[in-house]
């Protein structure tokens, strides 16, 4: 089964930068968005960003829009998720994740359903 392994992860200062990687095991990573999510204790896992398989479309959850950019690069079985301005209330641990999309929806799932998760990463965003 295709593992999905994050790093990146670490402390930062409040209106500092980070960025995480994703990389997939095998190729089949072509055939998946990939989302990123994050979970602080106590709180559902949230979907933050999705990129889907060719890089066509994007999504960002209202908190991080403008700051937060999610990308990838199918040459290397990768994504990536560069944070900007970090706020205290980002500090969590970060999953990457290959999901599926639902395209008969409108506007589409692009992360609609979660096939593998990465092991997470934490990030601690000091004020």
């Known amino acids: 089964q295709m593992r999905m392994t994050e790093s990146g992860g670490g402390t930062v200062q409040a209106g500092g930068s980070l960025r995480l990687s994703c990389t997939a095991s095998e190729w089949s990573f072509l055939d998946y968005s990939v989302g990123w999510f994050r979970q602080t204790p106590g709180k559902n896992r949230e979907l933050v960003a999705c990129?889907?398989?060719?890089?066509?479309?994007?999504f960002y959850a209202d908190s991080v829009k403008g700051r937060f950019t999610t990308s990838r690069d199918n040459a290397q079985r990768a994504s990536y998720l560069q944070m900007t301005g970090l706020k205290s209330e980002d500090t969590a641990i970060y999953y990457c994740a290959a999901a599926t999309s639902d395209y008969g929806e409108n506007p589409p799932r692009l992360c609609s359903g979660v096939e593998v998760w990465g092991q997470g990463t934490r990030i601690t965003v000091s004020s």
């Open positions: 990129v889907n398989f060719d890089s066509s479309a994007t």
